[in-house]
């Protein structure tokens, strides 16, 4: 989990620290070749590509499908997207993928997982971006999103629902960080699914 997770922070650390979205382009592109590759050749010497083909190569996950996590991270690169669909799509390619790879590695699915991923991604852009337009954009889409994924009784994969739980809770303004009142809900999600 923590490599599936580091290599989100790789990814989002390009698109923060891009000032030009060619470089970024060029950037997340050698990334989404990299992890192409990770399925039929072995890694270059890169620490956390090494550490990725470890999960491959145990059959627990794809290089293709992590690489479409760069897809999702370079909608942002362009800066005349803001649209709603951009920050939708954005959300599906990089939380949605994130998600299915994580409860892969767990060996369990759950049918919210994707949608899950998609809100987890839409939270975490919006406690992150400076913009106010694309923060209120991403708020208002978790939200939105809360009642498809915590509507109905998680079965399996609580503890990658329990992300998307914490992140719905910090975008809807409901309890501090590690507070008390989170802390509590997360836990009552993860013995009883809901």
């Not at 590509?49 to 290089?63: P, Q």
């Not at 106010?132 to 991403?138: H, S």
């Amino acid at each position: 989990m923590d490599t599936l997770f580091a290599l989100d922070r790789q990814l989002g650390n390009i698109v923060r620290t891009t000032e030009q979205p060619i470089v970024g382009q060029m950037r997340l592109t050698w990334w989404y070749e990299a992890l192409e590759k990770l399925d039929h050749a072995p890694p270059p010497a890169q620490p956390l590509l090494r550490a990725l083909a470890g999960l491959i190569s145990e059959g627990r996950v794809a290089g293709r499908d992590l690489a479409t996590m760069t897809e999702g991270w370079e909608v942002l690169l362009d800066r005349e997207r803001t649209a709603a669909d951009t920050l939708t799509q954005f959300a599906h390619l990089r939380g949605a993928t994130l998600f299915r790879a994580a409860t892969a590695l767990l060996g369990e699915d759950d049918p919210q997982v994707a949608q899950a991923g998609a809100l987890w991604a839409f939270a975490d852009l919006a406690a992150n971006v400076s913009q106010e337009a694309i923060r209120d954009q991403a708020t208002a889409a978790a939200l939105d999103l809360a009642d498809t994924v915590f509507g109905a009784r998680w079965r399996g994969a609580r503890p990658i629902g329990a992300l998307a739980l914490d992140a719905y809770m910090a975008a809807a303004g409901r309890g501090f960080a590690n507070g008390p009142r989170r802390a509590a809900r997360t836990v009552r999600f993860r013995m009883i699914g809901r």
